[in-house]
């Protein structure tokens, strides 16, 4: 197996023929502590018989690594689970690597090819889709993962981290309906995340337990971004009965529909009120501040780094399926409808 100067041996060679995680191997390679001992001698023995040579001194003094894996990178909500995960990866000796794969089978074979040459303890994916062909290669590599706020159904052996997303949208609209609006629009994200179901299934339970059926001509899709809350907040600003409120299933979009307010001539909270959904850092300096459901997006981040840390050292995890709770934070973008 592999040349006689063991170049062509690998960390993931050694792995599989020792039956322990790449993560490992690499522990004992760079002499840390947290390997058994029985497990360690298996490694090494292997390492010799087959003369594995590290490509470089620096390889073995490599520190460990978590992979952060984007769709894109391009939100603020996408810095906030970073610095969660960058807290809790210093404070443990490790570094983070971030990557966006942006939906495409090249980038998500690029990032997989460019993971198998660091010391990757674990990989956190977020809103992302983990394809099977990804699937196996990680279950083959023996690497943990954890997925963030998973896109769909979650591999069954990958603990996800996600937020109250029905009850946290069922609480906006139950504070929109208890200031008296019966006519309250929605913007809805991407159908095919489960955090937007999840939300969109909070707008029509609290509509259905106030007794109001839900009118289709004022629910209009989104993507999270600015701009289709922009043109959302168009849309239900031009109808011929327009809502009193609008509820954003995020922050970005709610600020696009402050835009689109500004554009009808109109004013927040005055003409109409608007809440969102995340609680980014931006929207307590917007004018007026925002109305807003937070969602804990950096300890979301904390939770899956020590999550797939605590995997990697072989620990076993109390539960797979996490929901951190969401708020309603008050300010000051919603009012009682001035027609009641």
Not at 235 to 245: F, I, S, V, W
């Amino acid at each position: 197996m592999g040349s006689e100067n063991g170049r062509n041996v690998t960390i993931a060679m050694i792995a599989r023929l020792a039956g322990v995680s790449v993560p490992t191997v690499s522990r004992v390679i760079n002499g840390r502590s947290d390997v058994a001992p029985q497990t360690r001698e298996r490694v090494e023995e292997l390492l010799t018989r087959h003369g594995y040579r590290p490509r470089s001194a620096a390889r073995r003094t490599q520190s460990a690594l978590i992979d952060l894996v984007f769709n894109d990178l391009d939100s603020p909500w996408a810095v906030e689970i970073i610095r969660g995960v960058e807290d809790v990866a210093q404070a443990s000796g490790a570094g983070t690597v971030v990557s966006a794969i942006h939906r495409r089978t090249s980038s998500a074979k690029q990032w997989l090819d460019n993971m198998r040459t660091r010391s990757t303890e674990g990989v956190i994916f977020v809103t992302s889709m983990v394809e099977p062909p990804l699937q196996a290669e990680l279950r083959r590599l023996r690497l943990p993962v954890v997925i963030v706020d998973p896109a769909g159904v979650a591999p069954q052996e990958a603990p996800t981290i996600g937020a109250t997303n029905w009850a946290g949208s069922l609480r906006a609209n139950q504070y929109l309906l208890g200031l008296g609006h019966r006519r309250i629009g929605f913007i809805a994200g991407p159908p095919q995340l489960m955090c937007s179901r999840a939300r969109m299934d909070g707008y029509r339970a609290a509509l259905d337990a106030a007794g109001l059926a839900i009118d289709d001509r004022l629910v209009r899709p989104g993507n999270f971004y600015h701009e289709s809350g922009y043109t959302a907040g168009m849309h239900l600003l031009g109808l011929p009965e327009p809502p009193t409120a609008i509820f954003a299933s995020s922050d970005q979009m709610a600020l696009g529909v402050y835009e689109a307010v500004r554009k009808r001539g109109l004013r927040v909270p005055d003409d109409v009120s608007v809440v969102g959904f995340d609680d980014l850092p931006e929207v307590r300096w917007c004018s007026p501040p925002l109305t807003t459901i937070r969602q804990p997006l950096a300890e979301m981040g904390m939770l899956a780094a020590r999550t797939v840390l605590r995997l990697a050292r072989g620990e076993t995890i109390e539960s797979p399926r996490i929901e951190l709770a969401t708020d309603l934070v008050v300010r000051d973008s919603a009012a009682p409808p001035r027609n009641r």
